[in-house]
């Protein structure tokens, strides 16, 4: 047994993820590619691949290079490459294996475009749209003029458009998946027949978070969805309703080192061991506490140092010193990049794997 504190996967739950959004891409006739920085497995990835991923996405070059190593052979960066360093790593995986990059600027298209043209490659890439969440990409209102601009350049060939917006309607977080969705696909296919209108032969329209995948995929003129989350889920896609904690594959192990007070206990993984970047008490989920204490709904996560976790505990809570809990964070994917090794469950029985592209951040 792993010493605490450790991730833990449950394989039967990850496996009927995996093939519950395969279905749901095949079912609407759009491609699925994974955004692979939720696990940054390549074992898991190739799971995905098998169960029908047309490819991967990525957020860097590092994830990109580790998956290629371990025979992944079609990825989209999705963020833009603007130092010549980068790109050139980016070229040299290009050289053979399908690559495709992200673009959101002039700037960074043309540095694309002559470092590309130096050695002699073309570069496929798709401009990031921002249709609402205010991350990367270029303005909505200013995309058109953009792609004309891109598609002049030399040795970059624009092949289609993308954005990420997670689940907002009319600007706004929202819970309303299918309008978010339906809203989202809605303004990227029709920016994708006024690009195509100016002569560009568009061909990807990549759009979805996991909210929102099962939605966007139905949009006419949709071609490809990109969740990540949904590979182990966590609690705040449980809380938009993209399943239940039930279905929740990643939870990390505990052990309770002190119980100071009856109602308090405290557990050996704090700031260093679960992600903190989805804060509770913040719309439009509203969460309590870090995480779910499974077995335990009552308590409450309410704390964390780097090394302690404090759970608030009903005074009759049978939880003593020693015992393990297992707890389902709020976001999974920044707490996966907090392990070096991941625990595959399957029969009463741990496989150790290395989360290898854990802390690629260049």
Same mark, same amino acid.
């Given at each position: 047994?792993?010493?605490?504190?450790?991730?833990?996967?449950?394989?039967?739950?990850?496996?009927?993820?995996?093939?519950?959004?395969?279905?749901? &891409?095949?079912?609407?006739?759009?491609?699925?590619?994974?955004?692979?920085?939720?696990?940054?497995?390549?074992?898991?990835?190739?799971?995905?691949?098998?169960?029908?991923?047309?490819?991967?996405?990525?957020?860097?070059?590092?994830?990109?290079?580790?998956?290629?190593?371990?025979?992944?052979d079609d990825?989209?960066?999705?963020?833009?490459?603007?130092?010549?360093?980068?790109?050139?790593?980016?070229?040299?995986?290009?050289?053979?294996?399908?690559?495709?990059?992200?673009?959101?600027?002039?700037?960074?298209?043309?540095?694309?475009?002559?470092?590309? &043209?130096?050695h002699g490659?073309?570069?496929?890439?798709?401009?990031?749209?921002?249709?609402?969440?205010?991350?990367?990409?270029?303005?909505?209102?200013?995309?058109?003029?953009?792609?004309?601009?891109?598609?002049?350049?030399?040795?970059?060939?624009?092949?289609?458009?993308?954005?990420?917006?997670?689940?907002?309607?009319d600007g706004?977080?929202?819970?309303?998946?299918?309008?978010?969705?339906?809203?989202?696909?809605?303004?990227?296919?029709?920016? &994708?027949?006024?690009?195509?209108?100016?002569?560009?032969?568009?061909?990807?329209?990549?759009?979805?978070?996991?909210?929102?995948?099962?939605?966007?995929?139905?949009?006419?003129?949709?071609?490809?969805?990109?969740?990540?989350?949904?590979?182990?889920?966590?609690?705040?896609?449980?809380?938009?309703?993209?399943?239940?904690? &039930?279905?929740?594959?990643?939870?990390?192990?505990?052990?309770?080192?002190?119980?100071?007070?009856?109602?308090?206990?405290?557990?050996?993984?704090?700031?260093?061991?679960?992600?903190?970047?989805?804060?509770?008490?913040?719309?439009?989920?509203?969460?309590?506490?870090?995480?779910?204490?499974?077995?335990?709904?009552?308590?409450?996560?309410?704390?964390?140092?780097?090394?302690?976790?404090?759970?608030?505990?009903?005074?009759?809570?049978?939880?003593?010193?020693?015992?393990?809990?297992?707890?389902?964070?709020?976001?999974?994917?920044?707490?996966?990049?907090?392990?070096?090794?991941?625990?595959?469950?399957?029969?009463?029985?741990?496989?150790?794997?290395?989360?290898?592209?854990?802390?690629?951040?260049?």
């Amino acid at each position: 047994m792993p010493e605490t504190p450790y991730f833990v996967i449950d394989e039967e739950k990850m496996v009927n993820n995996i093939h519950r959004m395969s279905e749901i &891409a095949n079912a609407n006739y759009v491609a699925l590619r994974p955004h692979v920085k939720t696990h940054k497995i390549p074992e898991i990835a190739k799971r995905q691949l098998a169960a029908g991923a047309a490819g991967i996405t990525v957020a860097k070059v590092s994830e990109a290079e580790v998956m290629r190593a371990q025979g992944i052979d079609d990825i989209f960066i999705a963020y833009p490459l603007v130092v010549e360093s980068k790109i050139e790593r980016a070229i040299a995986l290009a050289k053979d294996i399908t690559l495709t990059l992200g673009v959101d600027s002039l700037t960074g298209a043309r540095k694309l475009s002559e470092v590309a &043209a130096r050695h002699g490659e073309t570069l496929h890439v798709r401009l990031e749209v921002d249709t609402g969440l205010q991350r990367t990409g270029i303005r909505y209102e200013d995309a058109m003029s953009l792609a004309v601009e891109i598609d002049s350049l030399e040795a970059i060939e624009l092949t289609g458009i993308y954005t990420y917006r997670g689940s907002l309607v009319d600007g706004a977080p929202s819970l309303d998946r299918a309008r978010a969705g339906h809203q989202e696909g809605t303004l990227m296919a029709n920016l &994708a027949e006024r690009i195509r209108e100016c002569g560009i032969a568009l061909k990807d329209v990549s759009v979805g978070s996991t909210p929102t995948a099962e939605y966007v995929a139905q949009v006419p003129g949709v071609t490809e969805i990109r969740p990540g989350t949904y590979v182990f889920s966590d609690r705040m896609q449980a809380a938009f309703g993209v399943g239940s904690l &039930a279905d929740c594959a990643g939870r990390v192990v505990t052990t309770v080192v002190s119980r100071p007070s009856e109602d308090l206990v405290i557990v050996d993984g704090g700031s260093k061991t679960f992600a903190t970047d989805v804060q509770p008490g913040v719309p439009p989920l509203y969460l309590r506490g870090f995480g779910v204490v499974c077995d335990y709904p009552e308590a409450v996560f309410e704390r964390m140092t780097e090394e302690h976790g404090m759970i608030r505990i009903p005074p009759e809570a049978g939880i003593a010193v020693g015992d393990r809990l297992e707890i389902i964070p709020n976001h999974i994917c920044s707490t996966v990049n907090l392990h070096n090794y991941a625990y595959l469950s399957r029969s009463n029985a741990l496989e150790r794997m290395a989360i290898s592209a854990r802390g690629k951040l260049d």
